[in-house]
């Protein structure tokens, strides 16, 4: 059965305090592993798509990481408005896309 | 482009009511998903389809119906609901499967009492 395990499941940072969120996964047929952002009572934002072990994608204070099993959300000197929810998400070889449970970050001046 | 809009924003429904919960993408995309989200809890997939007329099962079927007869519209049937339904409901749409990103709406906030 296909399954994303994100850890951890909350996350309290100092303003600068660089951290990782964990993404792990056990899929058949890999098409695509993703990341969102989700802001209270709003829909998933899309961040980044992953493909294959060893890419990498960047974005601003965001570094996106991928291996055969997990993936990692590397946070680089977070600031208080990358206080989020970060999903992440594998698309299957029926093209069914299964979110994680998520990991609630609070970034504090 | 209004991307993904979903309608109602909130609804109260009573135990055995049925409703529909309505998504409506205008960016021509093929695959489209229903999600429900428990309070702290990541998304569930409900219903996903690849395409007009093809709509297939995901993790949490039990107590809904979805159809799918044209690209724009993907309609999520509630039938007989119960107090376990209570959820926040999010309709995404994207262009294909593979490594497409999904656009998500703006969610469905349902009370069932």
């Known amino acids: 059965e296909d399954q994303v395990t994100q850890s951890p499941e909350a996350l309290r940072l100092q303003e600068g305090e660089s951290s990782s969120l964990n993404c792990s996964y056990t899929v058949s047929g890999l098409r695509g592993l993703f990341w969102y952002r989700q802001d209270p009572g709003k829909g998933p934002e899309f961040l980044f798509t992953?493909?294959?072990a060893g890419e990498e994608k960047e974005k601003e204070r965001l570094k996106a990481t991928l291996t055969k099993k997990e993936s990692f959300l590397h946070i680089t000197a977070p600031k208080p408005e990358d206080s989020a929810t970060y999903l992440c998400?594998?698309?299957?070889?029926?093209?069914?896309?299964?979110f994680g449970t998520g990991t609630r970050l609070q970034v504090f001046p | 482009n209004a991307g993904v809009t979903q309608t109602p924003k909130f609804r109260i429904l009573k135990i055995g009511q049925s409703m529909t919960l309505q998504c409506a993408q205008d960016m021509n995309h093929n695959y489209m998903y229903w999600y429900r989200q428990d309070p702290g809890m990541g998304l569930k997939l409900i219903y996903y389809s690849v395409g007009a007329g093809i709509t297939d099962k995901g993790e949490v079927p039990n107590g809904y119906n979805v159809s799918r007869s044209t690209t724009e519209y993907f309609p999520l049937r509630l039938e007989l609901a119960a107090p376990s339904q209570t959820s926040v409901y999010f309709c995404?749409?994207?262009?294909?499967?593979?490594?497409?990103?999904?656009?998500f709406g703006q969610g469905t906030r349902l009370t069932v009492v």
């Open positions: 995404a749409s994207s262009p294909s499967g593979g490594g497409t990103e999904a656009f």
């Open positions: 992953l493909y294959s």
């Open positions: 998400a594998v698309r299957n070889g029926t093209d069914k896309l299964i």
